[in-house]
Every structure is written in C-alpha cells, then in structure tokens.
C-alpha cells in the first residue's frame, strides 16, 4: 500500500529540501520567502487533511438521536393514537386522509433523514474548499515570480529600461530559477490530492482536480520559457 497512497511526510519533506536548495542558490530572492510559505502551508494543510478522514461523531450522535426520535414518534402515533380512535372504520374519506397524511410524515422523516445523513458530507466538504482556496492563492503567488523572468533578457540586443526589474542575466541560473517554481507548482498539486485522498466525495475530487489542473497549466508556462534558454546555449 506504500505506493498506492499519498504519503504527507514526504510530502512535507520534499517541500522542506526544495526550500534549501533554494535559499542556497537564490538567498536574496522573494522566491525562498515564498517556498518557506510552501513548507508552512504543507504542514498545516497535511494535519487538516488527516484530520477530515476522522467522522464528525457529534453530528452522527445528533443523527442517532433524531432518527430514535422519529421512530418513537411513529411508535406513539401507531399505539396510543390507533386510527379507530380518530375516525370511525365505515369512514373512508378520514381514512384515505389519515393515510395520506401518514404518508406524508414518512416522506417528510425519509427526507430530513437523508438530509442529517449527508450534512457530514457537507461540513467536511465546506472545509476542504476554504483549505484549498489559500493553496490556490499560492499558487497564483508562485506565478507572480516568474512574471519578470523573460528568456529575451538573455539577449545580447536585449536593452532594459529604466524602469526594467531586476533580471537573471546568467541563462543556467534563470533555468534553474525557472525548474524551482516549476517544483513548488507540483508540491502544490500534490498538497491538494492529500483532501481527495481524505475525502471520498466527488465534488471534493472535482476541486483538486482544477487546483492540479491550475498548477500544471502553469508549470507548462514555465517550461515553455525554459526550452527557449535551453535552445540559446
């Protein structure tokens, strides 16, 4: 099963490494400020995660309870108030009435039922989205640095302005700053399927799967500026 589940300590781990290496080769750069953000952000998304696979006991106590609730209801109207006492036998009008109205309190218990059933799903579902809006918000943060990193900076007629941003000149360390965003994009990803992997439910997956699609979609961004510095050496 090791290799069938998302693992969060390595997860976490991978996310800690990458920061390093990038404090050791960009120290200056906003870029590690953002990674120590990743690694923050790993650990307390993990611990939330874990912490969803657990039931909301609770809300199943409540559930227990309403549903004893309703069948001692249903037991005292079944026994202390019998049809016969409310209505006479010969009375077919009352009875259709008393039937439809009986069967009305079923549908009425059946729907509050699969409604108490199902609010566990809801809170927990609630709560992955509001965890998987602050990794999004990252994820568009991890995008912004590398906004001002242009492969035609390399250029030997590339002029700046005066009010040109500081730029990578060297095209190795502007790959390899380029590879390190690419990294923290997938960390994310994988930071996000921890909550699919918490919790079976298919809005929940549909969630992770456009925060994955988000972060690939712009790792191919990244990629596409790397293959153009690889292809001036």
């Known amino acids: 099963m090791r290799y069938r589940t998302l693992d969060p300590k390595l997860i976490i781990e991978t996310a800690e490494?990458?920061?390093?290496?990038?404090?050791?080769?960009?120290?200056?750069a906003g870029l590690r400020v953002?990674?120590?953000?990743?690694?923050?952000?790993?650990?307390?998304?993990?611990?939330?995660a874990k912490a969803l696979e657990a039931p909301i006991w609770w809300l199943r106590g409540v559930i227990i309870a309403a549903v004893?609730?309703?069948?001692?209801?249903?037991?005292?109207?079944?026994?202390?108030?019998p049809l016969e006492r409310i209505s006479k036998p010969d009375d077919a009008v009352q009875s259709v009435q008393g039937l439809e109205a009986s069967l009305n309190m079923i549908i009425l218990a059946v729907l509050g039922f699969l409604a108490l059933v199902r609010s566990e799903e809801r809170?927990?579902?609630?709560?992955?989205?509001?965890?998987?809006?602050?990794?999004?918000?990252?994820?568009?943060?991890?995008?912004?640095?590398?906004?001002?990193?242009d492969p035609g900076a390399l250029s030997a007629n590339f002029k700046p302005t005066t009010h040109s941003p500081a730029r990578i000149t060297n095209g190795a360390e502007l790959a390899r700053y380029l590879d390190y965003r690419s990294e923290m994009l997938s960390i994310t990803g994988k930071i996000a399927a921890l909550f699919a992997q918490s919790?079976?439910?298919?809005?929940?997956?549909?969630?992770?799967n456009d925060i994955e699609n988000l972060a690939s979609n712009l790792s191919r961004k990244i990629w596409q500026k790397i293959t153009l510095i690889e292809g001036r050496k």
């Open 17 to 28: 490494r990458l920061q390093e290496r990038i404090a050791e080769r960009f120290p200056e």
């Open 34 to 48: 953002v990674a120590a953000e990743l690694v923050s952000l790993s650990r307390g998304l993990a611990k939330a």
């Open 68 to 81: 004893v609730a309703g069948a001692l209801m249903f037991l005292f109207v079944g026994t202390i108030l």
């Open 123 to 149: 809170i927990k579902r609630k709560q992955v989205f509001r965890k998987l809006h602050g990794l999004r918000s990252l994820i568009h943060v991890i995008d912004m640095h590398q906004l001002t990193k």
């Open 199 to 208: 919790v079976n439910d298919h809005v929940v997956i549909d969630g992770v």
